[in-house]
């Protein structure tokens, strides 16, 4: 049974950084593409980042290219998404997303059409 259980939201100052996380279990990383996701109150869900499951390749929107960094560790099953230099406009419930899909993950983060979500973590950028 695939289950995500994503950590490390919480409060930061802007310009703040903070590292979420996705444990992951069911599943091996290299299997499954991972990606993160955000849906602000009154706004539709948005996709972030991803990494695709064979070549760990990795995918960014441009909101968020150069400031965050997705990674994560097969041994620890486990997705990174560190965050820096964040901005008020990045407050939103992050939720991270998984499917067996072999291709490039972007596509799968366009249409948000993961198979398998995790509950979400609340980060709030505000001074």
């Known amino acids: 049974q695939v289950q995500l259980v994503e950590s490390g939201g919480g409060l930061v100052q802007p310009g703040g950084s903070l590292r979420l996380s996705c444990e992951a279990s069911g599943f091996t990383l290299d299997e499954y593409a991972i990606g993160w996701l955000r849906q602000a109150p009154g706004k539709e869900r948005d996709g972030v980042s991803c990494?695709?499951?064979?070549?760990?390749?990795?995918y960014y929107a441009d909101s968020v290219k150069g400031r965050f960094t997705i990674s994560r560790d097969i041994a620890k099953s486990t997705v990174y998404l560190q965050m820096n230099s964040l901005k008020p406009e990045d407050t939103a419930v992050y939720s991270c997303?998984?499917?067996?899909?072999?291709?490039?993950?972007?596509?799968?983060?366009?249409?948000?059409?993961?198979?398998?979500w995790g509950q979400g973590t609340q980060v709030t950028v505000s001074s």
């Open positions: 990494i695709s499951s064979i070549d760990g390749s990795t």
């Open positions: 997303a998984a499917d067996p899909y072999a291709g490039r993950c972007s596509f799968l983060l366009r249409q948000s059409s993961f198979a398998s």
